[in-house]
């Protein structure tokens, strides 16, 4: 075993080419074993075995600085990075991040889990490097299907600007997640089918040199490419040609389905646990599909990641030319969105909390000063959803919600959210975000809302001295405060579902001040910037008084949701207790 | 005279091509005389007048749709559709907005007014015709300078998937604001070159077809070039070479000067107003190249906009490789600032209040997450900024203020601004960005407080009742409304300098409570999501009564400033007023 005795890059110097193809096949076998017991970012990794070894025999990390983009391919550089143990031993399988991570090592340099950001993070490094008069080279390794992010087609337009040693990787495996959308595809088609010969050629048109390798699979042939740029005094492309998912059969022939996977049977390719219950994806898609056979100007928008909505390759098939992906790419499918409201149609763009962040001027300028009859359902947008540092789903409430002419809705249950949407998709008004709840999907009374009616709260158990306003995912924990202040206070508490997370109702805020002295507020999410706040503010000059429930801003990583829940006495008792202390 | 005769692009029409090259020189000459008394955008719109001609003698608007980028070059169309009056006649000139306008005219389709978005919102018009079987032509009208915006290179990868007719006309004047700076600019130049020719094209690698106008001053060219791709069933570049200023000979000359004037003399060019005093612009400026000289670390950064940091062409060149400017790739510009700072160097980005929210996700991941040291600095944002609905200053409280890890601080003079700028690059600690303070600079005391002892608020005058938290723009108000209440009241109201938009002095806040009963907040932004609303919060179940002052959540158009401070209560004697009310 050679893997066992890598440490560092420079044990990867000291191989020969074959050694270096077993070493590939042992790391292979490696992420093969953790990812069929542990899950995780399988495609892109596979792919990239060889052309890291390459990189690390050529290259003298951490002096030379290896940029990856996303993350997704990142595994074989954590264990040639002194991480192997993460990957050989399954005591250690969460030792490291599934992504790159300068507290876990030297040859790590940023914190990543976005799409496109490695060519202008990369720049910045060699930038600091040439300001400093520095030596030494700077890599970007970033995969086709990021290539279409605006900030990967600024940087590749910026890189030329630099004017000294950039070095970007292209790894492409002819894949984004699922399949990849963009005219650019055209032209890296044309570039494989060509051996990077086409004189037509995206990246000498954005100024830069370039070198093509056809065999991006094949360790001597990278090895003798990178020595050719190694040191190079301008930024250069180096175009590699890979095979997603490379030496599993179920993960070659099916792509988009292995980008990512949970814990499977290595024999089958069979996942170990059944997803075939509904969720709010599935629910979705169903209630779309059904709605674009009835109404041709219903479409579905994604940027690169379909099944968020539902919308796995049958599916896609089904809805025809009323589904676009995009391309990771999610500023063009706000602005398309809003677009195609303009000229009447009526689009739904489905996209996780994390991502949404990429598209925030699109979504103030193009869609809502425009104030275009836009949808967009942000996914996993809560404490329960993504616990990775850069995918953190607690945020888009102050992102989205302080925008002028945004409806962004809280639904508590599948039957809200998907007469939200009815009623969204069927309006022409405004623009409406749906903010659907974290946790499994509950099922609730049937809604005879009119949602039209904006900023029109529910109050769902009419008591007194104590309303407590649960929003989204938290209306069950506004339940079980009540409930907790029955038993223990005898108080007969009024619970209400805001729905609106953009719009106070003033009457009956006002109303509240009759007979209650005491508002809480629970949100799933950050606080600062968030819903509660406005309450406090409404409430700032009377003598109502006001606790905001939701978590604190910070950056978790990796955070266990029990544990963030009571730090942040996000519990019925303790909420009790609380005002309790007010009463 | 043809102008005063062109009611709509059916007037046009009826012109033979040299009574359109009259119409184009009458056109000119109107534009002229309203920039030499009004102001706005100049070069751009000079460059345009025979494309614009060209468009509507060929498509069919409004059935047939131009969308045109950010609008500096939408004055032409307005001219041709209807609105020749705000032209032509001082009396009209405010009847229209600088930028395309649906309100207006039933030939414009969105409000904008940033740049780079034209091609994705075209893209939506074309997908919202094609879902309904409709028919007619899209035409997006981009400036090569706006190409290498994100969200126009997402477009651009885009546009092949629509399968259907688009037509993306770029307007090539070989400048940006300034001049052009990226690859993809290169290749520009090649096309130029070689009439087009050249077999390295980036929009043919973007998988679209491609046809070039070398004299795209001139309307016959145009017109045939035009007819070739109008009902084209496939997305098509028509890229048209102009001279940006084209009629004016010191526009032609100067161009980055001329890209926007205010009003100036005919004669001579010479503006009318004297801009020599001191701003923010030559402050940043003049501190930066003196810190530049004694540490070759420090890098200042601008996205396409760099005299808004006060870098004019002679300071560029002084500056040399320790000023960048990405072109208009705001995204770009954070990550590498972010990229910088991780490898050592001192980066500021400069860049207006409107224009950072393009870069969101940049600042909470690339940047905020990785905790680097970076320091942005925000121009304009401030309801004394910009007034354009486009350009707004006041929301960048809430979009920036609740991103975990940032620093947000609010100077209120120079001498706060220099200290906090000098503290931000000398430290390594986190991300800073510091707001700048509207209306006319203020200097004052000297500054002796480490910004690093985050969040200490300073009480610059002790009193008791009443505190009065002024941040940043409205410290000064806060005074005022502490004067009013001396001499209405008699009351010595307390007033606090927070300096920290980002976090609470939670001691100070505290300490509040022994002898005061009322806290205001006066800021320079609306509300919602805003520094206030933290405050509010944090006395949400004390006795403490909190008033907010701030700008109501809404997209102002062309507001007068003082009517807004009105409405919304920001004037000494109504705070004042009501603060009595509750005392």
Not at 121 to 129: Q, T
Request: aromatic share 8%.
């Amino acid at each position: 075993m050679y893997i066992e005795n890598i440490n560092g890059p420079q044990d990867v110097k000291k191989l020969t080419v074959e050694e270096m193809g077993t070493l590939a096949d042992e790391m292979r076998h490696a992420l093969l074993i953790r990812a069929s017991k542990h899950g995780g970012h399988f495609g892109p990794n596979f792919g990239m075995v060889e052309a890291t070894i390459a990189l690390h025999y050529v290259f003298e990390s951490p002096k030379d600085k290896i940029v990856y983009d996303v993350s997704h391919q990142s595994y074989p550089h954590k264990m040639l990075t002194g991480r192997k143990d993460a990957y050989l031993y399954e005591e250690h399988y969460d030792d490291v991040t599934g992504y790159s991570n300068p507290h876990e090592s030297e040859h790590d340099f940023f914190t990543v889990g976005h799409t496109s950001t490695s060519i202008s993070l990369a720049a910045g490094l060699a930038k600091a490097r040439d300001l400093q008069g520095a030596e030494g080279n700077v890599i970007a390794v970033i995969g086709d299907g990021s290539l279409s992010g605006g900030e990967a087609l600024e940087g590749l337009d910026y890189a030329k600007e630099l004017d000294g040693n950039l070095i970007i990787v292209v790894n492409d495996n002819d894949m984004s997640i699922a399949e990849n959308h963009g005219g650019l595809y055209t032209n890296l088609k044309l570039l494989r089918d060509t051996k990077g010969t086409a004189e037509c050629n995206l990246f000498r048109a954005m100024g830069l040199d370039y070198y093509y390798v056809h065999e991006g699979n094949d360790v001597a042939a990278l090895i003798d490419t990178f020595q050719k740029v190694k040191d190079s005094k301008k930024p250069v492309v180096v175009h590699i040609r890979t095979l997603k998912g490379k030496g599993y059969a179920p993960a070659e022939e099916h792509k988009e389905q292995w980008h990512y996977s949970g814990p499977f049977d290595i024999e089958t390719g069979r996942s170990l646990f059944e997803g075939d219950e509904e969720d709010y994806s599935s629910v979705s898609c169903d209630y779309l599909l059904d709605k674009m056979k009835k109404d041709p100007k219903v479409v579905a928008i994604t940027a690169g990641t379909p099944t968020v909505i539902g919308f796995t390759e049958d599916k896609r098939r089904e809805a025809g030319k009323q589904f676009v992906d995009v391309g990771i790419a999610e500023e063009t499918a706000v602005a398309l969105a809003s677009g195609i409201a303009a000229g009447g149609g009526k689009p739904v763009f489905g996209v996780y909390s994390s991502f949404v962040q990429r598209t925030f001027d699109q979504i103030s300028q193009d869609l809502c000063i425009n104030n275009n009859a836009a949808t967009i359902v942000t996914f996993a947008g809560s404490v329960y959803g993504m616990n990775d540092v850069t995918h953190l789903g607690f945020q888009d409430i102050p992102m989205l919600s302080n925008i002028p002419n945004l409806v962004y809705l809280a639904p508590t249950t599948k039957e809200e959210y998907i007469a939200m949407l009815d009623w969204s998709i069927e309006q022409n008004e405004q623009p409406v975000a749906i903010k659907l709840p974290g946790g499994a999907m509950v099922s609730g009374r049937p809604v005879t809302k009119n949602f039209g009616d904006l900023n029109k709260y529910e109050v769902t158990q009419k008591g007194s001295k104590v309303a407590l306003l649960g929003l989204g995912t938290f209306y069950s924990l506004a339940n079980a405060v009540a409930d907790e202040m029955k038993s223990e206070l005898g108080i007969d508490a009024t619970v209400i579902n805001p729905y609106y997370i953009t719009g106070l109702d003033e009457e009956l805020l006002e109303s509240l001040k009759v007979d209650h002295s005491v508002v809480v507020t629970i949100e799933d999410g950050i606080l600062d910037g968030g819903f509660g706040e406005k309450i406090a503010r409404f409430y700032g000059d009377s003598d109502m008084k006001v606790l905001n429930y939701g978590l604190k801003k910070e950056f978790l990583d990796r955070y266990d949701v029990e544990e963030v829940l009571k730090d942040n006495r996000l519990d019925a008792e303790m909420i009790a207790e609380d005002v309790k202390g007010l009463l």
